[in-house]
């Protein structure tokens, strides 16, 4: 057969036989293209071209929010003694005071301009879900991680949780709210003092999932401690659940503050809930009605897309989905 193989190809010994060389490095390299979890992750979530066009709606809503109050003067009673200039419909607006980007929406009860008006209270909105978001997910998750495994920890904070879970959270930030002075940093206060609380009971739950699998038992038999494995075997498993946890996080902090200003107890920054609250009689004016329903469709832009880029993110942060 060699023989005949030789007189097929006509090809000497030495170039139909070569010898292979033998490496136990390469024999153990999985031929496999090197997997990244991020790029996985924004892979499954720019593959929806609808999530692209809603990201870069909410990156405008966003950037606009910060930059438009930062390169205009907005001054809420520069025209106060301007009697005429109240209440006043778009046409009115721009007839009166020239044609402006801030009167395309008209002017309110203090002769401001509504368009201003609104964006400076959606930066404030905005700043305060932020803010509440990463003291509130980053004290709730850390602390949701031990405690759902360190069973000493769990003790003592199941005993905090049955206490303060059943007493409704609006009465605890009306409270707050009231008992100091209506500011920035007091909602703030009022909104983490206890809001991290249910987010680490929802982290403890999904970690007692997790806790006793084969690699967390030899973590700690190897004398690693409990916040290491924490931080390093459990919370990585869980990036999709809390994203999606956050996705929900950020617009209720905003439909808070909206809520609270609605009844008279928010804070005293023009923010969005504010707006609709000084606004609410202009609901049922006719020619007013801008003043109260601009407010309102920007709240509403921002919570939904929120909460919907957010869900969103939290299906692409799955591995499942990186198939």
Same mark, same amino acid.
């Given at each position: ?42 892979? =499954? ?5 609808? +999530? ?18 930062? =390169? ?6 520069? +025209? ?29 009860? #203090? ?10 209270? /959606?930066?404030?909105?905005? #700043? ?7 003291? +509130? ?7 949701? /991680? ?13 005993? =905090?949780?049955?206490?303060? /879970? ?14 100091? #002075? ?13 809001? $991290? ?9 999904? =970690? ?7 690699? +967390? ?53 023009? #923010? ?6 000084? /606004? ?7 020619? $007013? ?35």
């Amino acid at each position: 057969m060699y023989e005949e193989l030789k007189n097929k190809t006509g090809l000497k010994t030495e170039e139909l036989f070569s010898p292979v060389a033998h490496s136990d490095t390469e024999s153990e390299r999985i031929a496999a293209p090197r997997y990244s979890y991020w790029k996985s992750v924004l892979r =499954v979530f720019f593959r929806n071209k609808i +999530n692209i066009v809603i990201l870069c709606f909410l990156l405008f809503v966003i950037a606009f929010a910060y930059i438009y109050p930062a =390169v205009t003067e907005y001054d809420p009673y520069a +025209n106060l003694m301007d009697t005429t200039g109240k209440h006043l419909s778009p046409g009115g607006a721009i007839e009166h005071f020239g044609f402006n980007l801030k009167w395309i929406l008209g002017s309110g009860a #203090s002769g401001e301009p509504t368009f201003d008006a609104v964006w400076n209270g /959606a930066r404030i909105s905005i #700043s305060l879900a932020l803010v509440c978001a990463a003291i +509130n997910m980053v004290i709730g998750v850390l602390l949701g /991680a031990v405690w759902g495994f360190s069973k000493k920890v769990d003790m003592v904070m199941m005993e =905090v949780y049955n206490i303060i /879970a059943n007493v409704p959270m609006i009465l605890i930030i009306s409270v707050l709210s009231m008992l100091f #002075s209506p500011t920035f940093w007091t909602m703030v206060f009022a909104l983490t003092i206890v809001g $991290w609380l249910g987010i680490a009971y929802f982290i403890r739950t999904q =970690v007692l999932i997790i806790r006793d699998r084969e690699y +967390n038992l030899a973590s700690r038999c190897l004398g690693t401690s409990t916040f290491k494995i924490a931080l390093k075997n459990i919370l990585p498993f869980m990036t999709s659940i809390i994203v999606t946890l956050l996705a929900t996080e950020l617009p209720s902090y905003i439909s808070y503050e909206v809520f609270l200003a609605y009844i008279g107890m928010g804070m005293s920054d023009m #923010s969005l809930g504010r707006l609709i609250y000084s /606004a609410e009689a202009a609901m049922v004016t006719p020619g $007013w009605e801008l003043e109260f329903w601009s407010p309102v469709a920007i709240v509403s832009i921002i919570t939904i897309v929120l909460y919907v880029v957010g869900q969103n993110l939290g299906d692409a942060s799955d591995p499942r989905t990186h198939m």
